[in-house]
C-alpha cells in the first residue's frame, strides 16, 4: 500500500479509527484523528501546543472546551446528507471532553497554536456552502473554518462529489510559500463513499513527477498529500465525500493550477493541441 494513504479500520477501545500526527506523516503541521463512538462513550484531550476544530461527521454529542459547554450538537447521521455540520474550535492549552449522545463519528483536526482564541461553537448556519466548478467537474463545498474565520492555524473543509464528477479538479497545488501566489499547505484527505462497499481514485504528483501516485481509496481511508496536485475522482455509482485539513506557517489558502489543464477553468475553450 502507498505510504500516502492511512487504511481506516475498525474502531479500537478508544473508539479511534485512525490517527495522523505530525511525525508519523513525517512533516510539521497537520494532525488528524477520526472516532466512532458508542453512545455514552467519550474522549478527553489536552491540546497542548496545538488547536483542535472537533467536526461532527454524523450523530449527536455533548461537547465541554475551554469552558464552554454544548449539549446535544449535531444533526445528520450521515455525511452524506445534504447538511452542514456541527463544529467546535478548541484553543491551544485547553482541553476538551466529548460524549457521544447516538452513535457519534467526530473529526479531530489539529495544527500548531499558540491559545490567543477563545473556544467556541461553529454551527451549521455559520458554514459558509458553496457549488463549485461546471459540468462533472461541480461539487458542493462547505467551509467550516476558512481563512475568512479565526484560527491561528487551521484551515477546514468538507467536500461532497456526486458519483462520476471529479473535485479538485483541475488539478492544483499549494506547496510553495510564493505569496500572493501560492501558499504552503500540509493537507489531509479523510474519504467516505456511498454506497460503502465503492472507492476514489485520487492522484498525487509533482511537476517533475518525482511523485507520481494514484491512489484507490476505499470509504474511511485517509490520503496525505505532502505537496503537488491531488485532484479526486468519484466512481459512477458511487459519491464521494471528503474532509480536508490544512495547514502550514501562513494561513491563507492560495493555489496554483497545473498548467498542462488549467483550459478547464474556461468553459468552451478550445481543447490546446500539443
Not at 500516502?4 to 473508539?15: Q, S
Not at 479538479?169 to 510559500?177: A, N, R, T, V
Not at 500572493?180 to 489531509?188: A, Q, V, Y
Not at 460503502?196 to 492522484?203: E, K, P, V
Request: charged content about 20%.
Amino acid at each position: 500500500m502507498s505510504k500516502l494513504i492511512v487504511p481506516g479500520g475498525e474502531p479500537d477501545e478508544n473508539g479511534r479509527l485512525l490517527s495522523i500526527t505530525p511525525e508519523s506523516a513525517g512533516w510539521e503541521y497537520v494532525g488528524f484523528e477520526a472516532y466512532r463512538l458508542e453512545p455514552g462513550q467519550t474522549i478527553e484531550q489536552e491540546t497542548g501546543d496545538r488547536e483542535v476544530c472537533l467536526v461532527l461527521l454524523s450523530g449527536l454529542a455533548n461537547v465541554e472546551a475551554g469552558g464552554q459547554s454544548y449539549e446535544r450538537i449535531g444533526r445528520r447521521m450521515s455525511v452524506f446528507e445534504p447538511l452542514a455540520p456541527y463544529a467546535v474550535y478548541v484553543p491551544a492549552h485547553n482541553r476538551f471532553r466529548l460524549e457521544a449522545v447516538t452513535l457519534t463519528e467526530v473529526a479531530v483536526c489539529s495544527a500548531p497554536g499558540q491559545g490567543r482564541l477563545e473556544a467556541r461553537l461553529i454551527p451549521p448556519e455559520k458554514i459558509g456552502v458553496e457549488q463549485r466548478g461546471s459540468g462533472y467537474m461541480e461539487r458542493t463545498v462547505r467551509n467550516i473554518l476558512p481563512e475568512q474565520e479565526e484560527a491561528e492555524s487551521l484551515l477546514v473543509v468538507e467536500v461532497f462529489t456526486p458519483a462520476g464528477h471529479w473535485s479538485s479538479y483541475p488539478p492544483h497545488k499549494h506547496d510553495q510559500l510564493d505569496l500572493p501566489h501560492e501558499s504552503l499547505l500540509e493537507e489531509t484527505y479523510y474519504h467516505k463513499v456511498s454506497p460503502g462497499q465503492g472507492f476514489a481514485l485520487q492522484r498525487v504528483y509533482t511537476d517533475d513527477l518525482s511523485l507520481n501516485e494514484t491512489l484507490a481509496v476505499k470509504s474511511g481511508d485517509a490520503v496525505l498529500v505532502p505537496c503537488g496536485y491531488h485532484p479526486v475522482s468519484a466512481p459512477p455509482g458511487y459519491d464521494v465525500y471528503y474532509l480536508n485539513v490544512m495547514a502550514g506557517p501562513v494561513r491563507t489558502w492560495k493555489f496554483h493550477n497545473d498548467p498542462q489543464h488549467e483550459w478547464l477553468m474556461t468553459p468552451g475553450q478550445e481543447v490546446p493541441k500539443r
